[in-house]
């Protein structure tokens, strides 16, 4: 008896909640949003300064580190390469007297670096992961 009363609370319960789930959203056309005129004022602060400031601290994988003679046509040439083999990507090179670097990918975590340094290191052996103070927002998958 209490496990056919079980079975029927369980049916009934998971019918509930199927139903309730099943609708998309509610719909409320009688509903007036009151709030203070100042809450869009920081808001569109709050985008401009996101906007200002879209750099976070991360990690990237250095491919290229050379300096010299031909330095920066090798460090070009090394870049359209790496495009080539790894369109999705982003290959970033930066000049810092005598040497020109090349470094790779935008990401939050050292696990995520060593991640993508794996499929790196197959074409670029000398490659590191190296910490960077201001990376772009990582896209999201």
Not at 49 to 65: C, S
Request: some cysteine.
């Amino acid at each position: 008896m209490k496990i056919k009363l079980f079975f029927l609370l369980l049916i009934t319960n998971a019918a509930l909640i199927t139903n309730v789930c099943s609708q998309d959203s509610l719909q409320y056309p009688n509903v007036k949003l009151i709030q203070d005129s100042r809450i869009d004022t920081l808001i569109k602060k709050h985008i401009l300064l996101n906007e200002k400031h879209a750099y976070i601290p991360g990690w990237r994988i250095q491919i290229f580190f050379e300096s010299g003679n031909n330095s920066k046509s090798k460090a070009l040439q090394t870049m359209e390469d790496f495009n080539n083999f790894f369109p999705d990507i982003p290959a970033y090179l930066s000049f810092k007297e005598p040497y020109y670097k090349i470094r790779v990918g935008d990401y939050r975590t050292r696990l995520d670096a060593e991640r993508s340094l794996r499929k790196i290191i197959r074409k670029y052996p000398n490659a590191i992961y190296v910490k960077e103070n201001k990376i772009n927002f990582p896209k999201l998958n």
